[in-house]
């Protein structure tokens, strides 16, 4: 088979590969990077611009998995648009909001790419969304394809325990076989249980790499993080600051608002409204109303009956007065600009009383990364739109993360045992150590670190 990173650059990035398996051809996410902007930040399609692609199919519905969709299909038009039913309930919700996102970028910042599509176009393509449950088959190849060839490849989800909907793929042909991470948590979240990946077994392995720089420390514990987030918490409202807790809308404003409802319950955080914003609101209903399709803890827990929820908007946000002890639990996780957490942070940061608490992941090259980076004291670029603050405010940084760790990815491929692993989706530090530890633990694995845009033949 042959397989082509199309991630426009070599971090993290978009997810996006293109598989061509026993004559047919399927496209495997379609993300959009988070730090570029305008065309630069879709997947490198253009190198299939005249190949006809039988299917697309997402792992999850997040912004660097799923956000150039529209322009895929546009490209593809004849690509059968598969996703677990999970996902199907929220991505036209992601993307409307895309669309939201890239029309205020353009009014602000003049950006003239955006839109890179609109409402309109996305009421016109969605009857091409199909959702399917886990661990089911799927054929996936064009029909008169399948005519000639007498059998067309399959397609399985597999619970990926990491945000609502989430799965890793496991492409079948005749002779052959892929399975795809996407992005994944081994362990149980809050309100996520781990990855239900047990039994897989591939030729060839393309896996998510998030987190291969990163060392967990020694006696490190998810609950140990729990009752410093609580402890953390308590002490910005005992003196009467806010909390900002910046969050992505889909997946972890869940796991923090069923965190919270716990640390309420328990008496380890005064009970409270929380401010969230409307996307986040929408997913937690979502996420409330798929309770029994969903494989999760919590079970009798509806997030919305939990809480007081009030939802703010940006613009609301502006008028409102920073004094009391209020609890955000807002967008977006990395602050970027023209965002709610980015413009309460430019307020926030320079007053000693309130608490900044991070809970995933923030690129270094972001404003939320640049505001974890600097000392206490230390005036630096938040953004540029808010410029230079001085940062005074307690700032954490709690490790809840619902990605696999390193070492959990190690083992994952020795149970796997495929021929080939292919390492994407991480920065460059995370896959060169990817690549030294498993040619060091398994030498007969061939391990592949393709460039964006190779084309790989396994
Ligand atoms: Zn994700
Ligand atoms: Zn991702």
């Given at each position: 088979?042959?397989?082509?990173?199309?991630?426009?650059?070599?971090?993290?990035?978009?997810?996006?590969?293109?598989?061509?398996?026993?004559?047919?051809?399927?496209?495997?996410?379609?993300?959009?990077?988070?730090?570029?902007?305008?065309?630069?930040?879709?997947?490198?399609?253009?190198?299939?611009?005249?190949?006809?692609?039988?299917?697309?199919?997402?792992?999850?519905?997040?912004?660097?998995?799923?956000?150039?969709?529209?322009?895929?299909?546009?490209?593809?038009?004849?690509?059968?648009?598969?996703?677990?039913?999970?996902?199907?309930?929220?991505?036209?919700?992601?993307?409307?909001?895309?669309?939201?996102?890239?029309?205020?970028?353009?009014?602000?910042?003049?950006?003239?790419?955006?839109?890179?599509?609109?409402?309109?176009?996305?009421?016109?393509?969605?009857?091409?969304?199909?959702?399917?449950?886990?661990?089911?088959?799927?054929?996936?190849?064009?029909?008169?394809?399948?005519?000639?060839?007498?059998?067309?490849?399959?397609l399985e989800f597999y619970d990926a325990g990491h945000a609502l909907g989430?799965?890793?793929?496991?492409?079948?042909?005749?002779?052959?076989?892929?399975?795809?991470?996407?992005?994944?948590?081994?362990?149980?979240?809050?309100?996520?249980?781990?990855?239900?990946?047990?039994?897989?077994?591939?030729?060839?392995?393309?896996?998510?790499?998030?987190?291969?720089?990163?060392?967990?420390?020694?006696?490190?514990?998810?609950?140990?993080?729990?009752?410093?987030?609580?402890?953390?918490?308590?002490?910005?409202?005992?003196?009467?600051?806010?909390?900002?807790?910046?969050?992505?809308?889909?997946?972890?404003?869940?796991?923090?608002?069923?965190?919270?409802?716990?640390?309420?319950?328990?008496?380890?955080?005064?009970?409270?409204?929380?401010?969230?914003?409307?996307?986040?609101?929408?997913?937690?209903?979502?996420?409330?109303?798929?309770?029994?399709?969903?494989?999760?803890?919590?079970?009798?827990?509806?997030?919305?009956?939990?809480?007081?929820?009030?939802?703010?908007?940006?613009?609301?946000?502006?008028?409102?007065?920073?004094?009391?002890?209020?609890?955000?639990?807002?967008?977006?996780?990395?602050?970027?600009?023209?965002?709610?957490?980015?413009?309460?942070?430019?307020?926030?940061?320079?007053?000693?009383?309130?608490?900044?608490?991070?809970?995933?992941?923030?690129?270094?090259?972001?404003?939320?990364?640049?505001?974890?980076?600097?000392?206490?004291?230390?005036?630096?670029?938040?953004?540029?739109?808010?410029?230079?603050?001085?940062?005074?405010?307690?700032?954490?940084?709690?490790?809840?993360?619902?990605?696999?760790?390193?070492?959990?990815?190690?083992?994952?491929?020795?149970?796997?045992?495929?021929?080939?692993?292919?390492l994407g989706h991480g920065e460059p530090e995370s896959k060169a150590w990817f690549k030294e530890e498993l040619?060091?633990?398994?030498?007969?694995?061939?391990?592949?670190?393709?460039?964006?845009?190779?084309?790989?033949?396994?």
């Amino acid at each position: 088979m042959r397989i082509t990173n199309l991630n426009c650059s070599d971090d993290i990035g978009a997810s996006s590969w293109m598989v061509e398996i026993e004559n047919h051809r399927i496209l495997l996410d379609c993300g959009c990077h988070p730090k570029r902007d305008g065309r630069e930040t879709l997947p490198l399609l253009d190198q299939f611009k005249d190949a006809e692609v039988d299917a697309i199919a997402v792992s999850h519905c997040h912004h660097d998995h799923v956000g150039a969709l529209p322009v895929a299909i546009r490209l593809f038009p004849k690509a059968h648009v598969l996703m677990t039913e999970l996902s199907y309930c929220l991505v036209e919700r992601v993307l409307h909001n895309s669309v939201n996102v890239m029309n205020r970028q353009r009014a602000e910042s003049g950006q003239m790419d955006y839109p890179l599509y609109t409402h309109i176009e996305l009421d016109g393509i969605a009857h091409l969304f199909q959702g399917f449950q886990y661990n089911r088959e799927i054929e996936w190849a064009a029909f008169h394809k399948t005519r000639l060839l007498n059998k067309s490849p399959t397609l399985e989800f597999y619970d990926a325990g990491h945000a609502l909907g989430s799965a890793g793929m496991m492409l079948r042909g005749t002779h052959e076989n892929l399975f795809f991470t996407g992005d994944v948590s081994f362990r149980d979240q809050t309100i996520l249980k781990g990855a239900r990946f047990e039994g897989v077994k591939a030729d060839v392995l393309i896996m998510e790499t998030t987190r291969g720089n990163r060392i967990v420390p020694q006696g490190f514990t998810r609950e140990s993080e729990i009752d410093r987030l609580a402890r953390s918490i308590q002490s910005v409202i005992a003196r009467r600051g806010c909390v900002l807790i910046p969050v992505f809308a889909l997946g972890r404003t869940q796991e923090i608002l069923a965190l919270l409802a716990l640390l309420m319950a328990d008496g380890k955080v005064p009970k409270q409204p929380l401010y969230i914003g409307g996307l986040g609101r929408v997913f937690t209903d979502i996420y409330d109303a798929q309770i029994h399709r969903t494989h999760r803890n919590l079970s009798g827990m509806a997030l919305s009956q939990s809480h007081n929820l009030m939802v703010v908007e940006k613009k609301q946000l502006e008028n409102m007065k920073l004094r009391s002890d209020k609890i955000f639990v807002i967008t977006a996780g990395m602050m970027t600009e023209h965002t709610a957490a980015h413009d309460l942070t430019a307020r926030m940061v320079g007053d000693e009383k309130h608490g900044i608490f991070f809970v995933g992941y923030a690129d270094p090259g972001t404003p939320g990364g640049r505001l974890k980076a600097a000392k206490h004291g230390e005036t630096f670029l938040f953004s540029g739109s808010a410029g230079l603050v001085t940062k005074r405010c307690e700032v954490e940084d709690f490790d809840l993360t619902a990605h696999a760790n390193r070492d959990e990815l190690v083992e994952f491929v020795g149970k796997v045992s495929p021929k080939s692993v292919v390492l994407g989706h991480g920065e460059p530090e995370s896959k060169a150590w990817f690549k030294e530890e498993l040619s060091k633990r398994f030498p007969a694995i061939n391990v592949l670190n393709p460039e964006p845009g190779q084309t790989l033949t396994v």
